[in-house]
């Protein structure tokens, strides 16, 4: 049997050791370590939301949520680092099962055409497409999660609800990324996802999450949450940008002023998950690319991919785990919980 996805960050693993050194403790054991993993008999809840004022940030911070969070991202971002979309790995059951249920999702997309309406925005029948993983998210999960582990499932489901975009508002952003991320990773804790997942959990689950997310935001014309306009690194998504420049580190020839480049793009975004966030930027907006993406635009001045990636995780931190906007929809339940990190030394 595969071992499990050690989400905690090891000595020795270069930079994103140092990244999490103050937050998860050297030495504390891997959070899903075989002991460590949740029995059958774990009380599992349902997670709401925790942090309700700015002053609760800090909860948030210290706790094992954030770590085991972070942890999960950059162990993610180690495992891809300088290989290409089309780097063979291994593909397991759970990560088809992942697959197929985001083929459900884009599948319901076709069957629910958007409306005639006069705002040219936030398309009404976002909410016809929403109300139904709303009512299937529970059995969609139980499809991916043995029946052992069926306990789980409302608790993991609720990640998945979160994670495509606001009902209400019809609009998507970083947050609802976080979202998907947050259940992936608690995939990883109950033992669904094992640490031989590592790349498919990348190039072929998230992959395939952006492209339904891409067709949800083209379709509803879905608007940006908490988007900062031309200083934000992207109206909708984060993490493939810092996976995606973690694939490109080292690369023989392709460099980050590449990626301005319209050629270097078209014949080389299938292998880079950056490159498909620059095509499809160039696809949704109109206009010289220094005007409507000018935080990529100065990023593309940094001489290496390594310095981006790393860039890039400190922005993450700072423009959205540690922005009160975007955390206080964060949910909390047993497996990522709000109480601080556990170490033992």
């Known amino acids: 049997m595969a071992e499990p996805l050690d989400i905690s960050v090891a000595e020795g693993t270069g930079s994103t050791a140092q990244l999490l050194a103050d937050r998860v403790g050297r030495d504390r054991k891997p959070v899903n370590s075989s002991e460590d993993a949740p029995p059958t008999t774990q009380n599992f809840i349902i997670p709401k939301k925790e942090i309700h004022t700015v002053p609760d940030m800090g909860k948030w911070k210290r706790s094992q949520a954030y770590a085991d969070y972070i942890g999960f991202i950059l162990t993610l971002n180690e495992g891809v680092k300088g290989k290409k979309l089309s780097f063979e790995y291994k593909v397991s059951e759970a990560i088809e099962k992942l697959v197929a249920l985001l083929n459900t999702l884009d599948r319901w997309i076709d069957e629910t055409p958007p409306v005639d309406q006069p705002s040219r925005f936030g398309n009404k029948a976002y909410r016809t497409w929403y109300a139904k993983l ?19 499932v409302p608790e993991v489901a609720v990640y998945l609800k979160e994670s495509v975009g606001n009902s209400t508002r019809i609009d998507y952003g970083t947050g609802h990324e976080a979202a998907f991320a947050a259940f992936l990773c608690c995939l990883c804790k109950i033992g669904v996802l094992r640490v031989d997942d590592q790349i498919a959990i990348v190039f072929k689950v998230f992959n395939r999450y952006l492209e339904v997310m891409r067709k949800l935001q083209k379709t509803y014309r879905m608007e940006p949450a908490g988007s900062q306009g031309v200083w934000g690194l992207d109206d909708f998504q984060f993490l493939p940008f810092i996976w995606g420049s973690s694939q490109l580190i080292d690369h023989p020839y392709l460099e980050p002023r590449h990626f301005v480049d319209e050629k270097a793009v078209n014949e080389n975004h299938k292998d880079y998950m950056f490159l498909e966030c620059i095509l499809f930027i160039t696809e949704m907006k109109t206009g010289p690319f220094a005007e409507h993406s000018n935080q990529l635009w100065n990023i593309s001045a940094v001489p290496s991919w390594s310095k981006v990636n790393q860039g890039l995780i400190r922005m ?30």
Do not use: R
Not at 328 to 338: A, D, E, T, V, W
């Open 134 to 152: 709303d009512q299937e998210a529970e059995n969609l999960v139980a499809t991916v999660v043995p029946t052992h582990l069926a306990a789980a």
């Open 316 to 345: 993450y931190k700072a423009e959205c785990l540690e922005k009160f906007p975007v955390i206080q929809h964060f949910k909390f339940g047993s497996l990522l919980p709000i109480h601080p990190v556990t170490s033992s030394c």
